[in-house]
């Protein structure tokens, strides 16, 4: 009992924390007096912190999370992002973090539209994390500021020097030798305040301890997030007049110290850059191939292909022909990387391909395989087409692709943790009346195909709305993520045997109305599971599906051959007296497969996990849910341990309350934190 009372004082202790009063103050202010048509203006997120209190820069350091702001009504106007005043260090015991005090203001470029007249109004949903010393609180609010076009608007005062956007960007050059990093002050510029990184590229300890050595400054990559090797820094410090001003670093290779040449690299993983239009320009209009990963860190096989890139013939080629590889990480919700991918006629990841000026794009398979890469390779060097993207096939042809996409996706390995179920489900009906089994194939079927009609729905009306989502695109959700991690913990649990919440989840029991309601659900949550992966072929048909010229009954369609195609081996499996009567009987075998298939469930969800740390990016609440998955384990145990049916009534009560308490207080109080 003295486990259950510590598990019930930390869920309160959770949930006292949720209802912290807010001490910020958030408001729009304007800074334009004279709002005219078809020009820029200038409006500003406020915040004014109680004492003591702090929110976050855009690089917010250890830990934190920096504001954003989600608008509803902008009166037909385009608002920009933040432009962010220089930050300050705060010291927390060794938590280094870079945040803002007392009051500060978020600029926004309004681009009022040219036809604009009467009165422009701004409605959005502000969200920030405050903190003290003892402890951070997410906070949100709805914010409005309504202007009038023309003269005589209030216009809130401010300083323009505290914002390094709003000043000329300094330009010098550093240098990197794997262990420390060294920046040239730029000539003549007295700059001996922090230098903070606009991105976490080194660590935020190196940021506070960083030394002046002569006219360099030099930063510490013991905890670099990054191989700094060439390409550009930004950042931010405080110039002589008191304000801020930032600084662009050119990387270059450290200068010679009479050590031999290292070794050339037998792997590319060295040798991957970010991925921007830009980058890609350059390097295309200087004459080099280019090859680009559209990838994510949900996308399972995303993570699968990169198995290729450390195939030594591989990376030896790509060295050897000079190509520069650029990485497009569509992790979170990023348009410009979207955009792109309609570029190829696709709206979902994997898309890996190379590109050279003057030839058409060389498209590579979802799967992606060494002899394929040297293959394309070999045709863009030679300057012949590999694989280009085309849209003449008939749209029976896409039909089929669609078809046997959903069928491979049961290959696929986001389906691997689902497959103790199914097993345990072919099992179980074994010597089952015919009538039973082909009802559990309908209901799975039905469960697989009512799924990808509704993501299809869910998918269109996004679109419509204005949205560049694709096949995937739920996973670029931190709460989706959570939920599913947590789903996967709970189902893992009860095929360990630590409580039982029954076999219906695999398909198995359609003998009465919950078990035909759990059947269909097993399809609803194989589906689930399947969309972080893309078959051979299902990408380009997802791109013809979700095309602007398909319409919705064609996209609905194709999305219903998707479903068809993964639903037909249990299918006819189940509708098959032959190849059911080659299944073993049930017996004592099921229970150790049962237990022993737990563990690919925990897998999935130590994976969701680390794609959490790289959605939320907040290692503070990452920490916090890890550690709230330990107490869904703990509730979970409590409701097996003493709310089994040899306990008494009393016992099973308690269980029941206390787990429900713990399950249902971690859950509220991870998803009312999430970043």
Known sequence: MRFLVLGLLSCFALLGEISAAVRTKVDLVNLTPDIRPGEKALIAMRFRCDPHFHIY??????????PTVEWTEVSGATIGAFVWPGPMLLDQSGVYNFVYENETLLLMEVAVPADAK?????????????CDDSGCWPHDKLVELSVKVGAGNAAYKYDPKPYPALRPRLTTTATSDGKS???????????TQTWFPERGFISPTATAKQKRVGESVVLDLADATETLDSGELIFTTRAPDGGFVDIKAILGPAAPKGAPAPAAPTKTSSEWQPWTPEAQAAALAAGKTVYVDFTARWCATCQVNKRVYTQDDVSQAMSSAGVVMLKADWTKKDEVIAQELGKYGRTGIPLNVFLKAGQPPAI?????TGTEVLAALTAVSAGRAYQAESTTHSFFIWLLFAFGGGALLNLMPCVFPMIGLKVLGFAKEAGAARGTVILNGLLYSAGVIVSFLALALLILALKSGGSSVGWGFQMQSPGFVLATCVLMIVLGLSMAGVFEIGMGLGGVSAGDGDGRVATFLSGVLTTVVATPCTAPGL??????????????????????????GMALPYLLLSMSPRLAA????????????????SFPLFGYALYLLWVLNALVEDAAWVRDASLGLALVATACWIFGRWGALHRTDQERRTAKVVATVVFGGTMAYLFTTLP
């Open 57 to 66: 820069w855009k690089n917010p350091g250890d830990a934190g999370q920096s």
């Open 118 to 130: 009467g009165t422009l109004t701004f409605k959005g949903k502000a969200e920030w994390l405050e």
């Open 181 to 191: 990093l060294t920046v040239a002050i730029p000539g003549g510029e007295k700059l």
């Open 364 to 368: 590579l398979s979802e799967a992606l």
């Open 539 to 564: 990408g380009a048909a997802l791109g013809f599906a979700l095309d602007k010229d398909r319409s919705t009954g064609e996209t609905l369609l194709f999305f219903t051959v998707i479903g068809i």
């Open 582 to 597: 080659l299944l073993p009987r049930p017996g004592e075998w099921m229970e150790s497969l049962k237990q022993g298939m």
